[in-house]
């Protein structure tokens, strides 16, 4: 209201310049993120049973992989005797179309170990593949792709947004988005109390800077558990 008051008597040469061009709002505090818990995410893969993404919404939990890093892995990017996988590509929707390209950055592009709970989610996708390729036959395109449309070609990924958006309704979790998969991995690890640069070097973030501005919320919690740590240790607990 200010300004433009002020923008009105610079145009009547009422002052000799609007001051107000100058002033900058205050910034806006960040909105901090509802966190999955261990029992919502335990509603969520029930409701993804038997589902044709179940393994790819599993392995966004399991990783913390980005959507467009799961749409661009490649069964030569998976390693599952050896319990791992590395991100060397992503798929992005560009003016052209879907393409393949590199991660954005260096700390982007990473290896990343597998639990049991995420090479059981490949080992399936393998099995449910291999169906379907069978199925498709002759149009099958061979790219390698782990998560493919039915014949082989790269998934569309507002089509993945918009399935995860329905099983989440059926898991009674309407608040939740599929990029929040990746938020409740940082925070399931954070809070078993896993060094936050681990948790970057597994996020890809390009500097601990970032994962403690968007986890710093999980960190108070850490450091209570850590005096509860030394009570413990030394002997001292309920003498406070």
Known sequence: MLRVALADAERMDLVPRNVAKAAKPPAL???ERRALTPEEAKSLLSALTGDRLE???????ATGLRRAE??????SDVDLPGKALFVRQTLQRTDH??????????RSARPLPLSALAVRALEAQRVRQAKERL??????SDLGLVFASTIGTAMEPRNVKRRFEQLRVAAGLDWLHLHDLRHAFATFLLDQGEELRTVMELLGHSTIRMTADTYGHVLPARARQAASAIDRILGQEGTA
């Open 29 to 31: 505090g960040r909105t």
């Open 55 to 61: 393994s790819l919404f599993i392995l966004a939990l």
């Open 70 to 75: 799961l749409l661009g892995l490649r069964w």
């Open 97 to 106: 179309g879907l393409v393949f390209v590199p991660p954005k950055t260096h």
């Open 135 to 140: 199925a498709a036959g002759e149009v099958w």
